[in-house]
């Protein structure tokens, strides 16, 4: 069972506070230098009001289109607190993340002999923990009003054994469980706002029935298997060594049956080109595609993938050789048009700074903006002017064509944390780029969406490593404006 106290303390050391930058907190003092406070006199800006103004807006929600119409906040191997082959599994793990606005998590479920439904990465060392009490976590975080939930359930429990997960769910989610098919609402036609407060469980679907898959993290992890895993009544017979295949088990009509509008079905050779009809296939296909699989096809295929995601769902998970749990690149994914990039909410790198600044103060939904080719769009032109920080500062544009950086002159400063040192460059830079709604530029571990950036001068809140909020500040303005193909605005 989880307990407050455990949430609380995941919190405090998992918690990212991207949201600084949207809710300035009130409570909490700015340090702002002589130098700083004079160049804001000299423009006769007001400073109290400064500091309230946020640097990153977040418009209103829109909760009436399809559910393909969206970008979803999604956390891979969500009951893990560490690396992937050796963590430990945690229930408030499920809790932390949806209080933080995940809108998708995943639940790898196991059959143990002795101890029954158990989540696990299988085949590793990591540490289980009961399916039951990942189910009343979940449950207990959704609450009424909130935007829908979806669980991704990697079902490894026998077939005998699988209305046991069925009952285990219908009585821990009772109405908040999607359990069928929605009187009028298909799955071309349902939106967040049919289903707010509601789970919607993705059930895989194997056409054929039972298929194989290479399971590329099982293979690595086979070398540091010992017998601990011996309990799990799998599905199949297994021989260890790094040549032995995967084989999901079969799904029950019975957990079928709650996967109406989340089929997740793990493609073969030659999908992207193929029509997913129903019948023969259920309705509501979702894409459920590895990685490695993915990228081999976005610099070939990118514009029948973006295609593709306007008739199906897609979740892409990581590299199952991403040992340490490091993450991939959530923005290839979603030019690619993929609704969800599951990442791993344990490491605070490069691919968590690119997802906070594409969901913080939302709701975990955002609407996915127009993927059309970049000959079909107009040319934007950034410019900001970074007035002032202590140490250095360096900023990076990511869009489709690529990066542009500009970094500051390096001022060493004061190694007394007493000291508010501050640094003023005066400094500014210049980009030019196609109109892109999926650009982002980064700062010193931190990034924000160009369509949500303030326009004007603001206070940057920044963040350390970890994605703490260290207090220090960055004076910057920003302007963006449309050019005429002539060059002008």
């Not at 303390?9 to 409570?27: A, F, G, R």
């Not at 809790?95 to 990465?121: F, M, P, S, Y």
């Not at 790198?349 to 107009?378: C, I, K, Y």
Request: include cysteine; charged fraction near 20%.
């Amino acid at each position: 069972m989880h307990s407050q106290s455990q949430v609380q303390t995941l919190s405090k050391h998992y918690s990212i506070e991207t949201n600084v930058n949207v809710t300035p907190p009130v409570d909490v003092d700015v340090a702002l230098s002589p130098a700083i406070l004079a160049f804001l006199q000299e423009r006769l800006e007001d400073i109290t009001e400064l500091v309230k103004k946020p640097a990153v807006r977040v418009p209103s929600s829109v909760d009436t289109l399809p559910l393909r119409n969206y970008f979803i906040s999604s956390s891979h191997n969500t009951y893990l607190l560490s690396w992937q082959v050796l963590g430990r599994s945690s229930a408030e793990s499920y809790t932390h993340v949806l209080q933080e606005n995940a809108r998708c998590v995943e639940i790898d479920v196991w059959w143990a002999a002795k101890r029954g439904a158990i989540v696990t990465h299988g085949h590793t060392l990591s540490k289980s923990v009961p399916f039951v009490d990942v189910c009343k976590a979940i449950g207990d975080a959704v609450k009424e009003g909130d935007w829908p939930v979806l669980v991704s359930l990697e079902c490894h429990v026998p077939v005998p054994k699988q209305d046991e997960l069925v009952q285990i769910m219908s009585e821990t989610w009772g109405d908040k469980l999607v359990r069928g098919e929605i009187e009028g609402l298909s799955g071309d036609t349902i939106s967040p706002r049919d289903l707010l407060g509601r789970i919607l469980l993705m059930v895989e679907y194997y056409p054929g029935g039972e298929i194989t898959e290479l399971s590329e993290v099982e293979h690595a992890c086979d070398i540091l298997r010992d017998d601990s895993f011996d309990e799990l009544d799998v599905a199949h017979d297994e021989e260890p060594g790094v040549e032995t295949a995967h084989v999901h088990a079969k799904i029950a009509d019975s957990l079928a049956n709650l996967g109406f509008y989340t089929r997740s079905m793990k493609p073969a050779k030659g999908w992207l080109g193929e029509v997913i009809e129903s019948p023969p296939n259920p309705p509501n296909v979702l894409i459920n595609i590895g990685e490695p699989q993915i990228c081999s096809l976005i610099p070939k295929a990118l514009e029948e993938l973006v295609q593709n995601a306007q008739q199906h769902l897609r979740r892409v998970y990581p590299n199952g050789l991403r040992l340490s749990s490091s993450n991939l690149d959530p923005l290839n994914q979603w030019r690619s048009g993929t609704h969800i990039a599951c990442l791993n909410w344990q490491h605070y790198d490069d691919g968590m700074q690119l997802n906070e600044a594409l969901f913080a103060g939302t709701n975990g939904w955002v609407v996915r903006p127009s993927l059309e080719r970049p000959e079909h769009r107009g040319r934007m032109r950034l410019t900001g002017h970074i007035v002032g920080f202590s140490g250095y500062c360096r900023a990076e544009l990511f869009h489709g064509a690529g990066k542009q950086e500009w970094q500051s002159d390096l001022v060493e400063c004061s190694r007394d944390p007493e000291d508010v040192t501050s640094i003023m460059w005066d400094q500014t830079f210049e980009w030019e780029f196609d109109e892109d709604g999926l650009a982002f530029i980064s700062w010193l571990y931190s990034a924000a969406r160009l369509t949500r950036l303030h326009m004007g001068l603001s206070l940057v809140r920044l963040l350390d490593m970890k994605g703490k909020h260290t207090g220090a500040t960055l004076l910057c303005e920003f302007t963006l404006v449309g050019v005429h193909p002539s060059g002008e605005l």
